[in-house]
């Protein structure tokens, strides 16, 4: 059994374009429930990072909130061509807790992408205390 990652998604852009998106994510969406297994969004025949899980997601007038989970790690590709193909920009957070991987990517409209991943010296510096209840840092 994987580990799950966790993600929440911000897409951001022209209104037709996120319209389309939206249109697309909401197809996924009901097919995961119909199907009861996950889903491709993009138009690529292959997938690149993995399949999306437990999809959610909900449109405002400005921005689309997508959130799913995926098997391991973050399928940083396959957003990276949903940005590219509908013509959108986001931003994406990520944790995978029981390996202790957490970021965020940043995605322009062509895909391109930069991944900023919590480095462990980082994550060592986290502690937490039985007694009080509370997340210490700073060893």
Not at 36 to 41: N, T
Not at 93 to 118: F, H, L, N
Not at 126 to 136: Q, R
Request: proline content about 2%; hydrophobic content about 25%; aromatic content about 12%.
């Amino acid at each position: 059994m994987p580990n799950w990652c966790f993600n929440y998604v911000t897409f951001s852009g022209d209104k037709e374009n996120l319209n389309a998106l939206n249109k697309a994510l909401t197809n996924a969406e009901k097919a995961e429930q119909e199907q009861r297994q996950s889903q491709k969004i993009h138009s690529l025949d292959e997938i690149k990072d993995g399949y999306f899980f437990d999809i959610y997601h909900e449109q405002y007038d400005d921005h689309i909130t997508l959130q799913y989970e995926t098997k391991w790690s973050p399928n940083i590709d396959d957003v990276a061509e949903l940005c590219r193909e509908y013509k959108v920009s986001a931003m994406h957070d990520y944790s995978e807790p029981g390996c202790q991987v957490y970021g965020t990517v940043a995605y322009d409209k062509s895909g391109e992408y930069t991944d900023e991943q919590v480095h462990q010296e980082f994550l060592d510096l986290i502690e937490y205390d039985d007694e009080s209840g509370s997340i210490v840092t700073g060893k």
